[in-house]
């Protein structure tokens, strides 16, 4: 079920970005501080809510439309994030990346609006 997957990347991604945080404080670096709150706030809180939403109302969970959802959000959170820290890292020529990978979290987040409003009565 695609809101369990959810959950499962979800603290994976925050398990990763905890430990990026705790690699940034012991470096003294932080260059990758908005990738790492991208990454923990996009990629892991917001999906672990969408997937928790999906397991709590399994109308919603069990719909095509949160499939789409969930993946392009699983992809684009994570690419998002992952080109913030491109474009940090390494300039401008990785723009497209974290373009595509926010463009990607929206529509996920405009198809989740959808089966909200579907099925918050259920
Ligand atoms: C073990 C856990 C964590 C550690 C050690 C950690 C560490 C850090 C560090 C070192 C910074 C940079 C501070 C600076 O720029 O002065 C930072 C920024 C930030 N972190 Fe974390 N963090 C952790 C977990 C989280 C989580 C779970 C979230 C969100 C769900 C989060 C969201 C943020 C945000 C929003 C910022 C500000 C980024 C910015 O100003 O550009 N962090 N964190």
Redesign the pocket.
């Known amino acids: 079920m695609i809101g369990s997957l959810m959950m499962c990347v979800g603290v994976v991604v925050?398990l990763f970005?905890?430990l990026a945080?705790?690699a940034?404080?012991i470096q003294h670096d932080?260059t990758l501080?908005?990738a790492?709150?991208h990454l923990?706030?996009v990629g892991?809180?917001l999906l672990f809510l969408f997937g928790f939403y999906y397991r709590l109302v399994p109308a919603a969970g069990t719909m095509l439309l949160a499939r789409i959802q969930g993946w392009l959000h699983i992809v684009g959170g994570i690419l998002f994030p992952a080109g913030v820290a491109g474009v940090l890292l390494r300039g401008p020529a990785f723009e497209a990346a974290p373009i595509v990978g926010s463009l990607m979290v929206v529509v996920a987040m405009a198809l989740f609006t959808v089966v909200v409003f579907r099925t918050s009565r259920a």
Do not use: R
């Open positions: 925050l970005g905890m945080g705790i940034m404080g932080f501080g908005p790492h709150a923990n706030l892991g809180v």
